[in-house]
């Protein structure tokens, strides 16, 4: 994800970017339409890190898994080789 939007910029460009977008606006909208703006980008921002959260626990819950799947396939794979032991030693 090379391409993610501010990607190249460092965090104090991010909060110059930031402060002049919300100058520029704060300076254009009457105080409800900015209270409306405001409410609304606040929402944005909390369904992004809810979305970010969500991946993540889903992320650590895949890895937490494959671990036990392993062991699970190791055991029946020694299980099945024990099974093949037996029976090649009834014939």
Known sequence: ???ILFSNLSPNEIVALVSVFGIGVGNSL????LLVLG??????????????TQRALLK??????A???QLQIQELRTEIQQL???LNNQI
């Open 1 to 3: 994800m090379d391409n």
């Open 30 to 33: 009457s105080d409800e339409e």
């Open 39 to 52: 409410n609304f980008m606040v929402s944005a921002g909390v369904a992004l890190l809810l979305i970010v």
């Open 60 to 65: 650590s819950q895949e890895s937490s898994i």
């Open 67 to 69: 671990p036990d799947m």
């Open 84 to 86: 093949k032991d037996i």
